[in-house]
T-cell receptor, first 112, second 114 residues
């Protein structure tokens, strides 16, 4: 099956700086890569996703890049704010299925 | 309001006592899944269902059962819970493939098995 690795496990940045979280996957057939944000005590919520026919996708301060050849994808958060503090999970799946493989999460702390 | 609900939200039980965690969605989603979340391990898929009466094993199905008799409900059954099943459990649903794959998660059920 698919194996998704996520780094770093913890990340602290100053408010206003950028944060980058990286994930690698093993199954070249995976073609859908979502990112979820989980605030303390809350449920995971989708913040951005990318499909394998696209190399980059942006939504305001967040962006995701995908390198299919190297089998890795990254989440970029610019101009970080304290409310960005949360655990972020990457995931990989086949578009035709519903079997999701999640990374182990990155705890992001934005220091005011 | 579109939502995924789970019950109970918190449960403390003893080893071997059968329990069921219910999950219901009101979005007419075809796909439903169960995950467990453990520190340092992220979210691991237990079972998923692509339609009524169609269920498949995820990464960690041992010790769990599911059923999908109705589109809106996807209960998780622990026939004989053990302490290693102490975890935070999330149910999720998503719409038909080809549209967005966004999964909508329930609020979570924190289970403790003593």
């Amino acid at each position: 099956g698919e194996n998704v690795e996520q780094h770093p496990s913890t990340l602290s940045v100053q408010e206003g700086d950028s944060a980058v979280i990286k994930c690698t996957y093993s199954d070249s057939a995976s073609n859908y890569f979502p990112w979820y944000k989980q605030e303390l005590g809350k449920r995971p919520q989708l913040i951005i996703d990318i499909r394998s026919n696209v190399g980059e996708k942006k939504d305001q301060r967040i962006a995701v890049t995908l390198n299919k050849t190297a089998k890795h994808f990254s989440l970029h958060i610019t101009e970080t704010q304290p409310e960005d503090s949360a655990v972020y999970f990457c995931a990989a799946t086949l578009n035709t299925g519903n079997q999701f493989y999640f990374g182990t999460g990155t705890s992001l702390t934005v220091i005011p | 309001e579109a939502q995924v609900t789970q019950n109970p939200r918190y449960l403390i039980t003893v080893t071997g006592k059968k329990l069921t965690v219910t999950c219901s969605q009101n979005m007419n989603h075809e796909y439903m899944s169960w995950y467990r979340q453990d520190p340092g391990l992220g979210l691991r898929q237990i079972y998923y269902s692509m339609n009524v009466e169609v269920t498949d094993k995820g990464d960690v199905p041992e010790g769990y059962k599911v059923s999908r008799k109705e589109k809106r409900n996807f209960p998780l059954i622990l026939e004989s819970p053990s302490p290693n099943q102490t975890s935070l459990y999330f149910c999720a649903s998503s719409a038909e493939q080809g549209a967005t794959n966004e999964q909508y998660f329930g609020p979570g059920t924190r289970l403790t098995v003593t």
